[in-house]
């Protein structure tokens, strides 16, 4: 099967039962192809077929191919709703969403329903055993799992109680839901704690890396497909998520060496692109990429699920003291900043249909290792002021840091990544894995970490249609 085929095309669906957390209304079979659920699994290229499927399930613009990363961003203080649109994502922005607001049940039926997709296929290939080779049959195990992984890492950070570091993973989390939900069976299903959701994440995670491939022989699948470095990437950032640095250190020395040139040194060769701009150009496939969906014309995110209508056209850059924007460490020389309009507003993404999602970079890794070596060292750990420079530089070649603590060597980090991650979905979850208060912005008063506001409430049909469930207090 044509790589190209492998994640743009409109995948066979099993011709089953897709339940999108746990609303009757969507006990309903998702559309119809001429394959019956006995012969969806019958054939290599047709399992195959399903696996796309996950990949379709996720990068959906209701889920992680736009609004994860607009929700996350609009949280944060750096954005401000320039235009005064009550209905794009405002109520996010204002941290006023309420159990049967749209983009709460919106987001946790498109987040359910792709892990249970992932769970059907699961399931699938175990009931065919003979269809598959061993590694072939875990390598699509593994992709599955890596793509259940992501999925609820994302929808633990908004609907679980508290941060996973509030109070070490003691507060409600997710149901945990790791068969196929086919009929009402099953429904109610309790929540699990948060370090129960995020051990079931790490579990997924590790079998992942120890059963992708460490590389796809096309160009795209390196992006597009989830590879052993992909898996080992993820579980970077949570881990950090988690406060767990001995962790990120362990699996950051994976895929970073101990001193520059920084490239991967086993399975896909990641790096810094040398230009920052051409990472979030066609094609695309730049080796700084570790995980991206694609969009086009023909397989766009959707209505007001584009990065660019938020980036480019509804939110613009808060100028004032608290945003990034004002950071006097972001200098008028820096490419990243040559990317802001006169208006303010960000055009790292510059086309709503045809931009790819980035999910993973190695620049992230980078940061992400930096910081656990900042965290755990007793003073201005070196190789963690190496990355950080090296990531600035590449952008901003007339800044070297020299922080004087190992204070300032942190918030060095945790302001580069503002910068660097800026309209990547970072921000909100920056601010919670450190549970600190959102800031004031604009209009918009300070949310405490003791809020309930701080998270989202769990959807009112999922209360309604999920006995064990319960509601964020």
């Known amino acids: 099967m044509n790589i190209k085929q492998l994640i743009y095309a409109v995948p066979v669906v099993v011709g089953i039962v897709l339940m999108t957390g746990c609303k009757k209304a969507n006990l309903t079979t998702i559309p ?31 889920f992680l191919g736009g609004r ?15 235009t005064n649109n009550n209905v794009t994502a405002a109520a996010v922005y204002t941290f006023s969403v309420g159990s049967a607001e749209t983009q709460v049940e919106g987001m946790w ?63 409600p989390g997710l149901p945990l839901r790791l068969t196929a939900n086919t009929s009402s069976q099953g429904t109610a299903l309790a929540r699990s704690t948060m370090a129960q959701t995020f051990a079931q994440i790490l579990d997924d995670l590790n079998f992942a890396e120890a059963n992708l491939p460490l590389s796809y022989a096309a ?5 597009i497909r989830a590879h052993r470095n992909t898996a080992i990437a993820l579980k970077t950032r949570v881990l950090l998520h988690m406060g767990n640095y001995a962790g990120v250190i362990t699996e950051g020395n994976k895929l970073v060496p101990n001193a520059g040139p920084f490239v991967a040194p086993s399975g896909v060769a990641h790096r810094l692109n040398t230009n920052f701009v051409n990472v979030f150009r066609t094609p695309y496939t730049a080796l700084e990429s570790i995980l991206s969906f694609p969009m086009n014309n023909n397989n766009a995110p959707g209505t007001q699920n584009g990065l660019s209508l938020y980036h480019n056209a509804e939110f ?59 965290r755990q060292g007793s003073g201005v750990d070196s190789r963690a002021l190496a990355l950080l420079n090296a990531v600035r530089q590449r952008s901003d070649a007339t800044t070297t840091f020299a922080p004087a603590t190992k204070t300032d060597l942190i918030n060095l980090i945790l302001n580069e990544r503002r910068i660097e991650l800026l ?14 208060d959102f800031p004031a912005k604009g209009s918009v008063a300070s949310v405490p970490a003791s809020s ?13 249609y999920n006995s064990a469930m319960t509601q964020n207090q």
Request: glycine fraction near 6%; include cysteine.
């Open 316 to 374: 613009g850059l808060n100028t004032g003291a608290i945003g990034i924007y004002s950071d006097p460490n972001w200098k008028a020389a820096d490419v990243r900043k040559s990317l802001i309009t006169p208006a303010f507003r960000y055009t790292k993404f510059n086309d709503d249909n045809n931009n790819w999602v980035p999910i993973l970079r190695y620049a992230e890794v980078m940061l992400n290792l930096a910081e656990a070596l900042a």
């Open 219 to 223: 160009g795209d699948s390196n992006v």
């Open 452 to 464: 309930v506001q701080y998270v989202w409430p769990i959807p009112a049909t999922e209360l309604l």
């Open 109 to 171: 039926a498109f987040g359910y329903a792709a892990i249970n997709r992932i769970n059907v296929v699961l399931e699938g290939i175990n009931a065919n055993p003979t269809v598959l080779s061993t590694t072939q049959a875990n390598q699509f195990r593994a992709e599955a799992r890596f793509c259940r992984a992501l999925s609820y890492f994302y929808l633990a950070t908004l609907y679980g109680r508290k941060p996973y570091n509030a109070d070490a993973g003691a507060s």
């Open 423 to 436: 309209g990547e979905g970072f921000r909100s979850l920056d601010i919670m894995r450190q549970n600190i």
């Open 68 to 82: 994860t990363h607009v929700y996350n961003d609009v949280r944060g203080e750096d954005w401000l709703n320039v």
């Open 32 to 62: 119809q192809t001429s394959l019956s659920d006995a012969i969806a699994f019958s054939t290599p290229d047709r399992i195959a077929q399903q696996v796309n499927g996950i990949y379709s399930a996720c990068k959906n613009g209701n």
